[in-house]
């Protein structure tokens, strides 16, 4: 049901867009827009401008980053969005606090059951989920690429493994925080916990 959500939050994201006058909040809805992994690609777009691995960004590059990802964003909203995260007013702002307070909030709940389903993937337990993990977790007979011969057994779990992976940087490996911004990205597209949990927990058997 996961490509149904993305699509339900693509269109909730549009339509608020036109409400909100928040800069966070419309710089969010744009990555949200996109679908499940649309502020994962804000990063990884941000991550490769970061030319000297500071993990920081100046006025100049967090523009040109918006840019190069197509955000519609005029340079005082973006000047707004910059002077919000840089907190201490040194004229540049950490990416990774960046991202994480883009993501849409979650409450407790919500995060104790996305960490719930990831260490239960996680079987190896050393906070990264790869192929191997899966083996024993998911069943990939069902799938049906598998069925009809057109994929091997890794085929389906590496297309699997891609749905929570950096859009642009799939390496076949899903750290806790790329599962936790694919389920961010889900989670802003349905209203109560309760309904939330119920689908994890159908999900992944929890």
């Not at 840019?67 to 004229?91: C, L």
Request: aromatic share 10%; glycine share 6%; charged share 35%.
């Amino acid at each position: 049901g996961t490509a149904r959500h993305d699509r339900e939050m693509a269109i909730q994201a549009k339509r608020s867009l036109s409400k909100t006058t928040d800069p966070v909040e419309r710089l969010r809805l744009q990555c949200l827009a996109r679908g499940s992994a649309g502020i994962k690609g804000l990063g990884r777009v941000f991550r490769i401008m970061d030319d000297d691995n500071s993990r920081t960004l100046d006025f100049k590059e967090f523009v040109k980053g918006l840019n190069d990802y197509a955000v519609m964003i005029d340079k005082e909203e973006a000047q707004e969005i910059f002077r919000i995260f840089d907190k201490d007013g040194s004229g540049t702002i950490d990416f990774d606090e960046f991202l994480v307070t883009l993501r849409p909030p979650m409450s407790k709940a919500r995060k104790e059951i996305i960490m719930q389903a990831f260490r239960k993937l996680d079987k190896s337990g050393d906070g990264v989920i790869t192929i191997e993990d899966l083996r024993g977790v998911y069943n990939a007979k069902h799938h049906p690429k598998y069925q009809n011969g057109d994929w091997t057994e890794d085929q389906v779990f590496r297309a699997f493994l891609d749905n929570f992976d950096s859009p642009y940087d799939k390496d076949g490996k899903v750290t806790t925080e790329e599962f936790m911004n694919y389920y961010a990205g889900v989670s802003a597209s349905i209203d109560t916990d309760v309904y939330f949990i119920v689908m994890m927990k159908n999900a992944w058997k929890l």
